[in-house]
């Protein structure tokens, strides 16, 4: 019921600021939406760029993008790093009777749920009002599975942030990891173009990396572009990810807190 | 202008000391801008692979766009989004009471030297930039003289100008919206939107090109340097918009102060 009640008066704060949250759905939307435009003037150039997809079904693919997008990519990591461990905020969740882990997991969730809600109402403005098809999978086992590949895909990349956060521990000024954090995840998690159409060495890089278990999977799961057999590697490869995110998690927590310190008066 | 132009420079100053003392991070901005070239470059290579061109250029040209574009964002980063950022800070915390009472002129302040940020990542990444861009006009062997370079530089000059002020409009927005500190990212993600060909932009897609002038980010630049059209008319639309721009967010900035209240507002 405490958790109920955290995520109530975070909804709240998120609620106020919904006006940011507006800009960040917003910069989710436009970034695919222009590449979309590029593949599509690449479509109308004659041809298909694309080795095996047609216009819709790259349509489909970056609509989708934009819900997984703001549905599942976390930002926690900036809070962490620059209020918490910088700003010496962190001292303030320390005192509190629940996990730094789980105060966090809540305080993101609201911001995950309002930018969830403008992306449906934007994907519902693009099939009825634009007349754009979005062509996802009628198998019933297909989309429960997706779903669980979704809701582990988000525990996956919010445990990712948190340790990208916790690095502030260490590294005074972090902006440059998060920029290489950030063009990695543009690659790997599909942003560019699907993870299928990328040179072999490339996918074999991107399906080993935990990005494509962040956004990739879960997109192409919806579409039923994998089969019974690969969603349940997806699922495996999800569950190994969050493993091994916890228990880097848990040590960096572990060895960050007992060099953290605070100041007051 | 003398005294404005110094104490800039001394920011400059600052800021370069300042960077040099976090040189892991100054190798990873390094290293994620180029992966960020390599990803433009790598979505053009599959595009052409199949095409000859897109939106009536060829791939040469694309990524010749691609080079000018990246060397106009980063232009923004180094002397405008940056700091538009940190005016939500100003204003959120009261701050911008003090920028208000400096016997300078306070858009100069706000705009260009309340935090120092022109980084030599920053200066390293614009030279690359542009050498790059030589060596692939040579290796296109365009017939590119003088001429062709002024207009390019006019087409920058303006470009920055026009976005310079759209950011500042929007920016100036924080003093009624509270932490409105992302809206930076919607310019830059409308910027980084000009790395595609304008002729890609068909439909209703094509009003944003009359909306948001698009060309002047990096497909004008572009095509003065491959002498694709008359630039003259264009430089002329460019100056009236950027001067209509400025007189426009000079009166929104003096607007927006008189009902600025302080961090209570």
């Given at each position: 019921?405490?958790?109920?009640?955290?995520?109530?008066?975070?909804?709240?704060?998120?609620?106020?600021?919904?006006?940011?949250?507006?800009?960040?759905?917003?910069l989710a939307?436009?970034n695919p939406?222009?590449v979309?435009?590029?593949?599509?003037?690449?479509?109308?150039?004659?041809?298909?760029?694309?080795?095996?997809?047609?216009?819709?079904?790259?349509?489909?693919?970056y609509?989708?993008l934009?819900?997984a997008n703001?549905?599942l990519l976390c930002h926690v990591e900036n809070?962490i790093a620059?209020?918490?461990?910088?700003?010496?905020?962190?001292?303030?969740?320390?005192?509190?009777?629940?996990?730094?882990?789980?105060?966090?997991?809540?305080?993101?969730?609201?911001?995950?749920?309002?930018?969830?809600?403008?992306?449906?109402?934007?994907?519902?403005?693009?099939?009825?009002?634009?007349?754009?098809?979005?062509?996802?999978?009628?198998?019933?086992?297909?989309?429960?599975?997706?779903?669980?590949?979704?809701?582990?895909a988000h525990l996956v990349g919010f445990l990712f942030k948190m340790i990208l956060g916790l690095s502030a521990?260490w590294v005074?000024d972090y902006s440059g990891l998060q920029q290489l954090v950030e063009v990695s995840l543009i690659i790997f998690a599909g942003f560019v173009m699907p993870i299928a159409l990328f040179p072999d060495v490339l996918r074999t890089v991107a399906f080993v990396s935990p990005f494509a278990y962040m956004i990739y999977f879960p997109v192409v799961?919806?579409?039923?572009?994998?089969?019974?057999?690969?969603?349940?590697?997806v699922?495996?490869g999800e569950?190994f990810w969050l493993?091994a995110f916890?228990?880097i998690y848990?040590?960096l927590?572990?060895?960050?807190?007992?060099?953290?310190?605070?100041?007051?008066? | 202008?003398?005294?404005?132009?110094?104490?800039?420079?001394?920011?400059?100053?600052?800021?370069?000391?300042?960077?040099?003392?976090?040189?892991a991070n100054f190798l990873m901005n390094i290293i994620s801008d180029f992966s960020w070239l390599g990803v433009g470059l790598f979505s053009i290579d599959v595009?052409?692979?199949?095409?000859?061109?897109?939106?009536?250029?060829?791939?040469?040209?694309?990524?010749?766009?691609l080079?000018?574009?990246m060397?106009?964002v980063?232009?923004?980063w180094?002397?405008?989004?940056?700091?538009?950022?940190?005016?939500?800070?100003?204003?959120?915390?009261?701050?911008?009471?003090?920028?208000?009472?400096?016997?300078?002129?306070?858009?100069?302040?706000?705009?260009?030297?309340?935090?120092?940020?022109?980084?030599?990542s920053?200066?390293?990444k614009?030279?690359?930039?542009?050498?790059?861009?030589?060596?692939?006009?040579?290796?296109?062997?365009?017939?590119?003289?003088?001429?062709?370079?002024?207009?390019?530089?006019?087409?920058?000059?303006?470009?920055?100008?026009?976005?310079?002020?759209?950011?500042?409009?929007?920016?100036?927005?924080?003093?009624?919206?509270?932490?409105?500190?992302?809206?930076?990212y919607?310019?830059d993600s409308?910027?980084d939107?000009?790395?595609?060909?304008?002729?890609?932009?068909?439909?209703?897609?094509?009003?944003?090109?009359?909306?948001?002038?698009?060309?002047?980010?990096?497909?004008?630049?572009?095509?003065?340097?491959?002498?694709?059209?008359?630039?003259?008319?264009?430089?002329?639309?460019?100056?009236?918009?950027?001067?209509?721009?400025?007189?426009?967010?000079?009166?929104?900035?003096?607007?927006?102060?008189?009902?600025?209240?302080?961090?209570?507002?």
């Amino acid at each position: 019921m405490r958790y109920v009640r955290i995520f109530s008066i975070y909804f709240q704060d998120a609620f106020q600021y919904r006006s940011t949250s507006f800009v960040w759905f917003i910069l989710a939307l436009l970034n695919p939406l222009v590449v979309l435009l590029f593949w599509r003037g690449a479509f109308l150039s004659g041809g298909s760029p694309l080795e095996g997809w047609t216009y819709e079904a790259i349509a489909s693919y970056y609509l989708l993008l934009v819900i997984a997008n703001t549905l599942l990519l976390c930002h926690v990591e900036n809070d962490i790093a620059r209020r918490d461990i910088q700003m010496g905020m962190l001292s303030s969740y320390l005192m509190k009777p629940f996990s730094y882990l789980i105060h966090k997991f809540f305080s993101e969730l609201p911001w995950r749920v309002i930018q969830g809600f403008f992306a449906l109402i934007a994907i519902l403005f693009f099939i009825f009002v634009l007349k754009m098809n979005i062509h996802i999978s009628s198998n019933m086992s297909i989309l429960l599975l997706s779903i669980l590949i979704t809701v582990i895909a988000h525990l996956v990349g919010f445990l990712f942030k948190m340790i990208l956060g916790l690095s502030a521990f260490w590294v005074t000024d972090y902006s440059g990891l998060q920029q290489l954090v950030e063009v990695s995840l543009i690659i790997f998690a599909g942003f560019v173009m699907p993870i299928a159409l990328f040179p072999d060495v490339l996918r074999t890089v991107a399906f080993v990396s935990p990005f494509a278990y962040m956004i990739y999977f879960p997109v192409v799961a919806f579409l039923g572009q994998l089969s019974f057999p690969q969603l349940f590697q997806v699922i495996g490869g999800e569950l190994f990810w969050l493993a091994a995110f916890y228990c880097i998690y848990r040590i960096l927590w572990e060895k960050g807190i007992k060099k953290f310190s605070s100041i007051g008066q | 202008m003398v005294h404005h132009i110094r104490f800039y420079l001394s920011f400059i100053r600052i800021s370069i000391i300042k960077e040099l003392e976090f040189r892991a991070n100054f190798l990873m901005n390094i290293i994620s801008d180029f992966s960020w070239l390599g990803v433009g470059l790598f979505s053009i290579d599959v595009a052409f692979s199949q095409l000859k061109t897109i939106g009536g250029w060829t791939r040469g040209e694309v990524q010749l766009l691609l080079l000018v574009n990246m060397f106009f964002v980063n232009l923004l980063w180094m002397f405008v989004f940056q700091k538009m950022a940190h005016f939500s800070e100003l204003v959120r915390t009261g701050a911008l009471d003090f920028a208000l009472t400096k016997p300078i002129n306070h858009r100069f302040l706000v705009s260009f030297a309340s935090v120092p940020d022109v980084c030599l990542s920053q200066i390293i990444k614009q030279l690359s930039f542009f050498l790059l861009i030589v060596a692939l006009v040579s290796l296109l062997k365009l017939p590119v003289t003088l001429y062709h370079w002024t207009a390019f530089f006019v087409f920058i000059f303006l470009g920055f100008i026009i976005f310079y002020c759209l950011s500042f409009l929007v920016t100036t927005l924080n003093v009624w919206v509270v932490r409105l500190d992302n809206v930076h990212y919607l310019v830059d993600s409308v910027v980084d939107a000009g790395k595609n060909p304008l002729g890609i932009w068909r439909g209703v897609a094509r009003v944003v090109v009359w909306i948001i002038p698009l060309g002047y980010t990096a497909n004008f630049a572009t095509k003065a340097l491959l002498s694709i059209e008359p630039q003259l008319p264009t430089i002329i639309i460019g100056i009236m918009l950027a001067a209509l721009l400025l007189v426009i967010s000079e009166w929104f900035w003096r607007f927006a102060i008189r009902h600025y209240a302080s961090a209570s507002s």
